[in-house]
């Protein structure tokens, strides 16, 4: 095995180790802020309120009251899990500005899963414990793709050199031919 190998797995080890390890370490704790984040978000009142653990207990007025839970997957952490691993081991260039890009990208995932959350509920308490699951399940999913790759196409804005960018002289093109 030669050394470029030995490189790329043990980034793909580590990468795997930070995914899983962020996973089980930052599941809860991210999902206490959006899930506070949600209800600031919702001006809710005594029509939404946290119930036990990350459960929204929804008290529509015109329908029958539902709980409807923020589990691990429907947080913000894996998108983020995998634009840490990716700023991490994947992209090249100093670090603290690896490190800046990843945080911006990752303020972008964070604040529109708080969005998308909260049109779920939203949406719930409008028209009922079906409608939030059909929001979720669609529009949901679909904003969820979409805010992430947001992010992860920011995050590359962020890390690439600008198109104005000068180029070394010994590197042109044009002296080679």
């Known amino acids: 095995m030669n050394r470029r190998r030995a490189v790329i797995g043990a980034s793909l080890l580590a990468a795997i180790g930070v995914a899983f390890g962020?996973?089980?370490?930052?599941s809860d704790p991210l999902r206490d802020v959006e899930q506070r984040l949600v209800l600031l978000l919702l001006h809710a009142g005594l029509r939404v309120r946290m119930y036990g653990?990350?459960?929204f207990q929804v008290l529509p007025h015109s329908h029958g009251a539902f709980r409807a839970q923020l589990t691990p997957f429907c947080s913000?952490?894996?998108?983020?899990?995998?634009?840490a691993a990716i700023a991490a081991f994947v992209l090249s260039?100093?670090?603290?500005r690896r490190i800046v890009a990843f945080g911006c990208a990752a303020a972008v995932v964070v604040v529109c899963n708080v969005l998308r959350v909260a049109a779920s509920v939203w949406?719930?308490?409008e028209v009922g414990a079906r409608g939030l699951v059909l929001f979720h399940d669609w529009i949901g999913t679909l904003f969820g793709i979409a805010y992430t790759m947001l992010g992860?196409?920011?995050?590359?804005f962020?890390?690439?050199?600008?198109?104005t960018a000068s180029?070394?002289?010994?590197?042109?093109?044009?002296?080679?031919l």
């Open 152 to 156: 992860f196409f920011l995050m590359l």
């Open 123 to 125: 949406v719930g308490l």
């Open 158 to 163: 962020l890390l690439l050199p600008k198109a």
């Open 76 to 83: 913000s952490l894996v998108p983020v899990l995998a634009l």
């Open 53 to 55: 653990g990350h459960y």
């Open 167 to 176: 180029i070394p002289r010994a590197a042109r093109v044009s002296d080679v």
């Open 22 to 26: 962020g996973f089980f370490g930052l």
């Open 93 to 96: 260039g100093p670090p603290v």
